[in-house]
């Protein structure tokens, strides 16, 4: 049984589409993430939310929004896809948002915008 | 600013024998948890070991081993007797206050064991 898993794995689209990518966790976590992680590499997080507060890092274009039904899940969503949005999407949860507290990752989302 | 640095984008090392992966960090933070990932090529991230700032020891995990330098700043990670299967992105990561301690990663080390 997955503790975090996102769908789907794979997604190609079109430039100017919208889409989303699911995440939910089976852990009882309070806090989730997402993090972008470029053809580098180099992984970015791009949001941390729990059921009191949204932190949206200042980077992120206003075309990604994160949305959650409930404390186990959060989605994100795209509009208005670029290229340059291309990347691994990885979610993310920990008990609490706090300095000891290990991340779980979901296997990540190869998004390829064309 | 919070900042993580990995110096060696890759690294070798012979089969059995034992590796040191780099990490340094910045915080002025008095709390703080260090972490480091594993991401083999079939790109989960794998949980490896966590050290704690006020932690008196240095953090173990099987063959894996922190060696934390708190007056350094430093955070590296040894592997011992390295294995075919250890060849894989490592990645060292941060959560202190000063980014509400949600986990900052440093770029990463390719670490490629050779039989």
């Known amino acids: 049984d997955t503790a975090v898993s996102q769908t789907p794995k794979y997604l190609v689209t079109q430039m100017g589409n919208d889409k989303s990518i699911k995440c939910e966790q089976n852990?009882?976590?309070?806090?989730m993430y997402w993090y972008k992680q470029d053809s580098k590499k180099f992984l970015k997080i791009m949001f941390s939310?729990?059921?009191?507060?949204?932190?949206i890092n200042e980077t992120v274009p206003n075309r990604f929004s994160p949305k959650s039904p409930d404390k186990a899940h959060l989605n994100l969503h795209i509009n208005s896809l670029e290229l340059g949005d291309s990347a691994v999407y990885f979610c993310?949860?920990?008990?609490?948002?706090?300095?000891?507290?290990?991340?779980?990752f979901g296997s990540g989302t190869q998004l390829s915008v064309l | 600013a919070q900042k993580i640095t990995q110096t060696q984008p890759g690294m070798f090392v012979q089969e059995k024998e034992a590796v040191t992966l780099d990490c340094t960090y910045d915080?002025?933070?008095?709390?703080?948890?260090l972490f480091w990932y594993k991401q083999p090529s079939s790109g989960e991230m794998i949980f490896l070991i966590y050290?704690?700032?006020?932690?008196?020891q240095n953090a173990t995990e099987g063959r894996y081993s922190l060696n934390f330098q708190k007056a350094r700043k430093s955070a590296n990670l040894v592997i011992s007797a390295s294995q075919l299967g250890d060849s894989a992105m490592y990645f060292c990561?941060?959560?202190?206050?000063?980014?509400?301690?949600?986990?900052?990663f440093g770029a990463g080390t390719r670490l490629t064991v050779k039989p």
């Open positions: 852990l009882g976590h309070d806090t």
């Open positions: 050290q704690g700032s006020y932690d008196q």
């Open positions: 993310a949860s920990s008990q609490e948002r706090v300095s000891n507290e290990k991340l779980f």
């Open positions: 990561a941060m959560r202190d206050l000063y980014n509400n301690n949600d986990m900052r």
């Open positions: 939310y729990n059921n009191k507060e949204l932190i």
């Open positions: 915080t002025s933070d008095p709390s703080y948890g």
